[in-house]
């Protein structure tokens, strides 16, 4: 078991123990478990009061292998990712793969279908049953992974110009920076990353919606759409009714 278990105790490296690090010591001794914890901080956190500490480790039980846990400053967040590396070997490395049929193209799907099995009604004896079913078993095994999973978006989003994802890596570089050095002229730079990035993107967005309003036209039935989807009003529950009227209580 991984994560931040917000328990702290010198022996997974944190900076003191308290009464949670001492009870989960407690019973990792008492259940034959170790608890292993990276030789730095896990959390920097925003106020400079505060001092960096280790919170993530990880539990193992009956594992022979070492485990090393690194910090990585690879986000913004004042929690750091944590990588876990053992030399354990899973047999899930390549677990199989799973079809998301949620957003199916199911169209395109039915075409592909009409197209491969030939269906022929006359099946007179098992023998043609069978072979109808293995022939369809296979032709709908191809089709499972030559068809498109996912439905195309009728409205495909814009992507954010490239200009303002470079602003936000650059925000977030020198935010993971200043939570290691806490320079107060880094904290100011990222400050003021934050607020231009935040009117960017207001920006864009307002840009991006009156160009969407521009190309509304009745005629094409788009404007309709959009005042459909703009003022949808959700439909209510239906009050459960008896053989003595509504329902007004579990009584």
């Known amino acids: 078991m991984a994560g931040d278990l917000n328990a702290k105790h010198v022996d997974w490296n944190s900076r003191l123990s308290t009464r949670r690090g001492k009870l989960l010591l407690y019973y990792a001794d008492g259940n034959a478990s170790l608890i292993f914890g990276p030789d730095t901080p896990t959390t920097n956190p925003y106020n400079p009061l505060a001092t960096p500490d280790v919170l993530d480790i990880v539990i193992t039980k009956n594992l022979t292998f070492p485990v090393y846990l690194t910090s990585c400053s690879a986000l913004s967040s004042d929690h750091l990712t944590v990588l876990i590396d053992t030399t354990c070997c899973s047999s899930l490395q390549h677990p199989p793969d799973r079809h998301g049929f949620r957003r199916t193209d199911w169209g395109n799907f039915q075409t592909h279908l009409q197209d491969q099995i030939q269906f022929d009604?006359?099946?007179?004896?098992g023998i043609a049953i069978d072979t109808c079913v293995e022939n369809s078993g296979a032709v709908l095994k191809v089709l499972a992974t030559s068809t498109p999973k996912r439905r195309p978006r009728a409205d495909p989003r814009p992507p954010i110009p490239a200009g303002i994802q470079d602003e936000i890596r650059l925000k977030n570089r020198l935010r993971r920076q200043w939570q290691v050095t806490r320079d107060p002229t880094l904290r100011t730079e990222?400050?003021?990353?934050?607020?231009?990035?935040?009117?960017?993107?207001?920006?864009?967005?307002n840009d991006q919606w009156s160009a969407t309003l521009e190309s509304l036209d009745p005629e094409d039935q788009s404007l309709w759409r959009m005042a459909k989807r703009v003022m949808r009003?959700?439909?209510?529950?239906?009050?459960?009714v008896t053989l003595e009227g509504i329902a007004l209580s579990d009584s």
């Open 190 to 205: 990222v400050n003021r990353l934050q607020r231009s990035v935040t009117r960017r993107l207001n920006e864009w967005r």
């Open 121 to 125: 009604p006359e099946l007179h004896d």
């Open 233 to 240: 009003v959700p439909t209510p529950s239906s009050p459960l």
